[in-house]
């Protein structure tokens, strides 16, 4: 699947579309410093052509995004049958002032309405840059375990040719 061909999905399928206006984290794997995986939730969104998140630029996932940009994500329902949508792209940092629009955006999804002012004024008093992440998606799955099911296990072969492990054992 090509860029185009993501983003159109992205744009259009009613399983993404159904995450990505869910209070859902994304969550977020990518290779620390020390070159071990880690993974965090992040309030995130999809802005037509990224999916984005802010972060502060403290933050240790900012120094290792910049070291090692390829990441892997999930945001997925816990009931049943669950909802997945699983992304593999290319992460970018560009360091703002103050609080990006992206932030408050993501974040008013989980923070809810009627509690956004108060979180967006002491977000504004106490932030003077924000690290703005954008992942630019090169794969993505969705599966809804009805009409969608995870991809084959050759879908997720390694890239080299070599055989696909064996999803039994």
Request: aromatic share 8%; hydrophobic share 40%; net charge neutral.
């Amino acid at each position: 699947m090509d860029y185009p061909e993501i983003v159109h999905l992205l744009n259009t399928d009613p399983v993404v579309q159904t995450l990505l206006a869910a209070p859902i984290p994304m969550r977020l794997g990518y290779l620390g410093l020390d070159g071990h995986p880690r993974s965090v939730p992040v309030a995130y969104l999809w802005d037509g052509e990224a999916f984005v998140f802010a972060t502060p630029t403290t933050a240790y996932k900012v120094k290792a995004l910049r070291a090692h940009p390829r990441v892997a994500f999930t945001v997925d329902t816990t009931d049943f049958t669950p909802l997945i949508m699983l992304v593999r792209g290319t992460a970018s940092v560009e360091i703002r002032r103050g609080i990006p629009r992206e932030h408050i955006d993501a974040s008013r999804r989980s923070v809810g309405e009627e509690r956004m002012p108060e979180w967006e004024r002491v977000k504004r008093e106490t932030t003077r840059e924000m690290a703005l992440v954008r992942i630019v998606p090169t794969h993505v799955t969705s599966c809804d375990f009805v009409t969608r099911f995870p991809p084959p296990a050759a879908i997720n072969a390694p890239a080299h040719g070599a055989a696909a492990p064996d999803p039994v054992g």
